[in-house]
């Protein structure tokens, strides 16, 4: 067997092996399993609160303006201005954990790019419907997140 030859049947045997893994690869990179967590394109299902909690605004992520934070099944910012935000976490396309984007001051999914407002409406799709929107209240350090 010349070098040509013996190149020849395994690049062909990788491609055998391998363009069904693509193929089926592409077929499910559409779907809703996503291994990422944290708002950063989680797709499993978080339990969403059931009773008003609470959240500690004087460290992590909300203690500074722009700031997030998902909990309980619902995504928490805090604007560039001050202002608490609480809206349901899951993208109603294909329920991915959103993200917020405080320059913009809209909540994204990472999956489509679906956008919503800072009180959950949507701003374009593919999601189909607006976000649940939760009232917070702030006394001193502690946000109250109504349920
Ligand atoms: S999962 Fe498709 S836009 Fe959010």
Partial sequence: MTRKEFFARVGFGAATVLLPACIAGLATSCSSDDSNTGGSGSSTPTPTASSNFTVDTSTGPLATNGGFIVMKGIII?????????????????????????NSGNVFVCPRHNSQFTSTGTVISGPAPSNLKQYQTTLSGTTLTVIV
């Fill in 77 to 101: 910012a805090r604007t560039t201005t001050g202002t608490f935000l609480a809206v349901s976490s899951s993208c109603t396309h294909e329920g991915v954990t959103l993200g917020y984007d």
